[in-house]
């Protein structure tokens, strides 16, 4: 019971991201407050069931979804998912309220709220899946909404490009991380975490590891911003602040050091991991430190102090170890506190004072000594200055790269390369502090900096209290929780055993401690010698643009798909008809070659009634061709060949299929005629004689490849399914035509299919035709003028009594069909001619007056139809479209037949009529000049 | 006698038939060669229906009337569609046979 919360925890930001677009309409409080509530209500619901994770517990909820491809809805919580959930709504929470105060008024704060919502749940469900490739799936929407928060203000190129330089990076590693997951699910044979995570032994032991491994990497690399994939995350900070501060202090980016610890019994503890991920780990540490001493923007620094800690989470996975993992988890938190907080101080000091560069920042301490000291606070933290959280975790890492063996007579490398990144830490973190807020006076703000509002300054508050309480009470705050988290990082379960770890703030005089000690002397040291370096960091190293080298790379590569498309897309569709049918007639010949062409029945015998009507056929088709630059003449020999057909099959006992020949038949010539109003009448010649020799040869085999395969199909015997229709109709379906029974019930779901993409085209047709501007003839090839009677009296008059009768006929069709010839698509097309008869005698005008029908609704009224009656029989408990029907007896009528297929067929019949009428009256309105439109009315 | 009956009705409107279609491909211009087709939808679909009322009317239980709704329709639309052939033509103004009566008229 208690795991069926999961999936609600998900699913209220989720589908509850649609009602702060709506709530702005009450007003920017309401919008933010109804964020609030709903994130504020998930993280309730989460916490009802904290305790029985924290007692050893682990939740599974499961429900099947594709079982048959292994993707379930399964859902899982433990130590790890608490610890992130938490970070995700807790501090999604705060940023909500920051957010509120942050955005100005010209933002649409609806929208914001939505996609931050929206992010929220794809990161709920990274966090809190079982199932792996669901994961995925919920990993790939963090890509994309992220990429949505990344570009909010969508005015700004630079966050535009940010944004797609954050998507293309992440999504590119997402796209290793499937083949990845693919390999591992294959691997172990179960994409369940449960499975997989017990299965160590077995991936660890695969020819295939080491790919699995990298494909794997690169997904958590890219999303953690590792390098060398980090440089889209100072890009990235073209975003508003609060996403910043969301994004990349507990979410985004800890999605990638998430997947580390998710899969670290899985996958770590090999030689290849510890290189792999402590060395990448150990890059990006030291890059990262390195280059946020050196940023001048607030922000900038920011981002690169991220990329180093991420970095330092990563190293400490990569070292492999139980212990390296605790404290991995460990600085997860430290990091997304004090980041946050961060963030959102320096979102504060840009908001109140109009700029981040701490060139021109100075001595703000006398304009917000409230902020400044939170500030100082948060960067306290960052830097590892002992009783702040951030000094725990470090600590504990100081000590972790002490105790590693790996690297044999170079294990000095990690402690000496982990001081040199701690002092860079404590550098940065001062120049973040003394740049700001001392340092002499500001120069030239574009505002007087001033305290932000009461609000804004609350979630600093509360991020920075927790700063202080974990650093100075590790054992009562953060104790169960980081027990609970990394016992089911290193175990894979909640229950099994940790090894010993201290919280304790004060372990006595030891090698980290002088490690400690020497960051902060050495950083402090650093910063004094600040201006001399940063002369030198300018003269060593020019400025050098990933990003810019990025997007040249990524035009060439668009470059080489654009010129391979061109290669067999050149707009010609001669051409793609050519490579369509050529390929068709390649497959035919390789599937028929070598085998023997006639099989072992005789040929029918050949009546004269059909050959005479297969050479009418042929005639008119040849002759179609022939005239083909007479364009009215080829029209009329194309209807002897859909007449010709119909007749087929009327002898071939099929009269539904006749009776829809011919309607379509009908509606394709008006359709015909509509559009060749506007072209020539006479085709120019434009093909030369060798490409007609070509197009005849090619056409010659194409006719002879199907020739010889319907010859081939007729000598073989075979059982075809029509004798299972014709046993199942009545009794299956409750129809005794099985065409029509067929259609609506046992391939239901294929009509829905189809009727549903006759609205599309009818509605994208409709697009395309609209503020469509034709120049229109006004005289037929010879210059004669139309005729000046525009709808001829006879014509109009005698049209509309014919409206009724028609009618009548398509509902007597509708009714009978599932019995009889007929059904819902014959008796939609007569009722589309009918009404389009209106529209031909008596004019746009006067028809639309008299008729106000919405074609578009009741398209979509017709699919809907359609579907509803699908899902009516979910209700019974059948399978999706299962029809149901039943005898009835009514006094005076007898008896007679219900089914709920027909039903079905009704929404065909009104999506048939919808589409094909939105098609022809939007086509006849061009034809119509806008003044006589005017005129009629 | 039913049989005898039934045929004679068919043969009658194939006769039409024939003779509408032999029309529209001799006739030496369009005004005269509209009439080929008109005698072929009624006269000859008329001799056909008829035949075809008979046939199941008497191999039926009950009197087969459904084709009178065809000629109903037939006879609305045929002589609609071959005034608005005229019509065209009359508008293009076609060549015409010195022979062909009232031609002065048009």
């Known amino acids: ?937 | 006698m039913i049989e005898i009956l039934v045929s004679f009705f068919l043969l009658v409107g194939a006769a039409f038939a024939l003779i509408g279609s032999w029309g529209l491909v001799h006739l030496p211009d369009f005004y005269l060669r509209l009439h080929g087709p008109t005698k072929a939808t009624t006269l000859g679909v008329g001799g056909m229906i008829i035949g075809s009322v008979i046939y199941f009317s008497s191999h039926g239980e009950t009197l087969s009337l459904h084709e009178l709704l065809v000629t109903l329709f037939l006879f609305i639309t045929a002589p609609v569609s071959a005034h608005m052939l005229a019509k065209a033509a009359l508008h293009l103004q076609l060549r015409s046979e010195e022979r062909t009566r009232n031609r002065n008229d048009v």
């Not at chain 1, 009602?19 to 009802?48: F, K, N």
Request: with cysteine.
């Open chain 1, 1 to 937: 019971m208690n795991a069926a919360l999961l999936p609600i925890i998900i699913l209220l930001p989720l589908l509850g991201a649609l009602l702060p677009v709506l709530a702005i309409r009450l007003g920017r409080t309401a919008s933010a407050w109804s964020a609030a509530a709903l994130s504020g209500i998930a993280l309730g619901l989460l916490l009802t069931l904290v305790p029985q994770v924290f007692a050893g517990e682990t939740l599974l909820y499961r429900l099947d979804w594709l079982p048959a491809y292994g993707l379930n809805l399964a859902l899982r919580l433990d130590g790890l998912g608490v610890l992130f959930a938490l970070l995700i709504l807790g501090i999604g929470l705060l940023v909500i309220l920051y957010a509120r105060y942050y955005l100005s008024e010209h933002d649409p704060m609806g929208r914001f709220y939505g996609f931050l919502l929206l992010f929220m749940a794809a990161m709920l469900g990274v966090v809190l899946s079982e199932n792996l490739l669901l994961m995925l799936i919920f990993w790939e929407l963090t890509s994309l909404s992220s990429f949505l928060l990344i570009g909010y203000w969508k005015h700004r190129a630079d966050a535009r490009q940010g944004a797609r330089l954050a998507l293309t990076i992440t999504g590119g590693g997402g796209l290793a991380l499937l083949a990845g997951i693919l390999l591992l699910g294959h691997i172990s044979g179960s994409y369940e975490l449960s499975v997989v995570l017990a299965s160590t032994e077995t991936i660890q032991a695969h020819p295939l590891y080491p790919a699995t491994l990298v494909l794997i990497l690169l997904g958590a690399f890219t999303k953690s911003a590792q390098f060398p994939f980090h440089f889209w995350l100072p890009h990235a900070m073209a975003a508003p602040t609060p996403v910043s501060a969301y994004l990349h202090s507990a979410t985004m980016v800890k999605a990638g050091v998430f997947l580390l610890a998710r899969l670290f019994p899985a996958l770590a503890g090999s030689e290849l991991w510890f290189y792999l991920v402590a060395g990448t780990g150990m890059v990006t540490l030291l890059l990262g430190a390195y280059h946020a001493l050196f940023k001048h923007d607030l922000k900038g620094l920011l981002a690169y102090s991220t990329i180093s800690h991420l970095g330092l989470i990563t190293l400490l996975f990569g070292l492999g170890t139980p212990l390296g993992a605790v404290a991995g988890v460990f600085h997860i938190i430290n990091h997304a506190i004090f980041k946050a907080s961060l963030f959102m101080a320096a979102g504060i000091i840009d908001h109140e004072s109009g700029t981040r560069d701490m060139r021109k920042l100075n001595g703000l301490w006398r304009y917000m000594p409230h902020t400044a000291t939170l500030a100082m606070v948060a960067a306290a933290s960052m830097a590892g200055v002992p009783l702040f959280n951030g000094f725990l975790s470090k600590e504990m890492f100081f000590a972790e790269t002490l105790h590693h063996s790996w690297l044999g007579a170079w294990h000095w490398l990690l402690p000496v390369g982990a001081t040199l990144a701690g002092v860079f830490a404590v550098a940065y973190s001062i120049r973040f502090i003394h740049d700001v807020f001392f340092n002499g006076d500001p120069i030239d703000l574009p505002r007087t900096p001033h305290e932000p509002p009461r609000y804004m300054k609350v979630p600093v508050e509360i991020l920075v209290a927790l700063c202080l309480l974990v650093g100075i009470f590790p054992a009562w705050t953060v104790a169960p929780l980081l027990a609970s988290a990394a016992a089911s990082t290193v175990n894979g379960t909640v229950g099994g055993a940790l090894p010993h770890y201290s919280l304790a703030v004060w372990h006595g005089f030891n090698l980290p401690l002088l490690m400690s000690v020497i960051a902060i002397a050495g950083g402090a040291l650093i910063y004094v010698l600040r201006h001399q370096l940063f002369a030198l960091h300018a003269r060593l190293f020019r400025p050098f643009d990933a990003k810019a080298l990025f997007e040249r790379q990524l035009e060439q590569i668009i470059g080489y798909a654009r010129r391979l498309t061109a290669l067999l897309e050149n707009g010609s569709l001669q051409r793609y008809l050519m490579l369509l049918v050529a390929s068709a007639v390649v497959l035919v010949a390789s599937g028929l070659w070598g085998s023997p062409l006639s099989g072992p029945l005789p040929a029918g015998e050949v009546d004269a009634v059909t050959l005479a009507g297969a050479l009418a056929l042929a005639l008119s088709a040849i002759t179609t061709t022939l005239w083909h630059r007479r364009r009215l003449v080829a029209l009329i020999q194309l209807s002897v060949v859909g007449l010709v057909v119909s007749i087929a099959f009327v002898r071939f006992a099929a009269p539904d299929l006749a009776l829809t020949q011919l309607s379509v038949e009908m509606v394709t010539i008006i359709l015909l005629m509509l559009v060749l109003y506007f072209l020539p009448q006479q085709s120019p010649a434009e093909s030369s004689p060798l490409r007609i020799g070509r197009d005849l040869l090619l056409a010659v085999a194409a006719g002879g490849s199907v020739a010889l395969l319907a010859w081939g199909v007729l000598t073989r015997p075979y059982q075809t399914i029509g004798d299972y229709f014709m046993a199942n109709s009545l009794s299956g379906g409750g129809g005794s035509n099985v065409v029509n029974v067929i259609l609506v019930d046992f391939r239901g779901f294929d009509t829905l299919g189809e009727v549903t993409v006759l609205g599309i085209a009818a509605i994208g047709i409709v697009m395309m035709l609209s503020g469509l501007q034709l120049k229109m003839p006004t005289a037929d090839a010879a210059g004669r003028p139309w005729a000046r009677e525009r709808y001829p009296m006879i014509l109009a008059v005698i049209s509309r009594p014919l409206l009724p009768l028609a009618l009548v006929v398509a509902i007597y069709l509708m009714l009978r069909g599932h019995n009889m010839p007929g059904g819902g698509f014959i008796a939609g097309l007569v009722t589309a001619i009918a009404l389009i008869l209106q529209y031909v005698a008596s004019g746009i005008a006067w028809t639309q007056q008299r008729m106000h029908l919405d074609y578009i609704k009741l398209t979509a009224a017709g699919v809907l139809l359609a579907a509803l009656t699908g899902l009516g029989s979910w209700a019974f408990g059948y399978p999706y479209l299962t029809s149901s029907f039943g005898h009835f007896t009514l006094p005076l009528l007898g008896e007679f037949e219900l089914a709920t297929a027909m039903l079905f067929d009704l929404g065909v019949f009104l999506a048939v009529i919808g589409s094909t009428l939105l098609v022809l009256a939007n086509l006849g309105k061009l034809s119509v000049l806008k003044h006589t439109l005017k005129e009629e009315r």
